[in-house]
């Protein structure tokens, strides 16, 4: 299974510990590892907002359906912005 995600205006370290929290391994700068899954994080052109320049990164998790699923959701709720 693979799933992808698009982040915004996220510091990529605070995502390598999300996915460490998540039960993963740093492994290399941006590649953890975790049991049945990996994940790699790319980083993307920045969104123009206005005149402001947001920085976007790619998370890409793979590995077998149970735990895609369970560190999918995991990162959905760590990553989570609330409007207001």
């Known amino acids: 299974m693979r799933v992808e995600y ?3 205006n ?5 995502v390598i510990e999300y996915l460490e929290q998540a039960g993963g391994q740093q492994i290399a700068p941006w ?3 975790g049991a049945g899954w990996t ?3 790319y980083e993307l052109e920045p969104a ?3 005149s ?3 920085p976007c990164d790619q998370l890409v998790i793979e590995g077998n359906v149970p ?3 369970r560190v999918s959701a995991f990162m959905r709720q760590k990553t989570m912005r609330g409007g207001g």
């Open 52 to 54: 402001l320049c947001v």
């Open 39 to 41: 994940a790699d994080l």
């Open 31 to 33: 590649f953890v590892v």
């Open 67 to 69: 735990a895609v699923e």
């Open 6 to 8: 698009e982040l915004r």
């Open 10 to 14: 996220l510091p990529r370290v605070r």
């Open 48 to 50: 123009q907002v206005g």
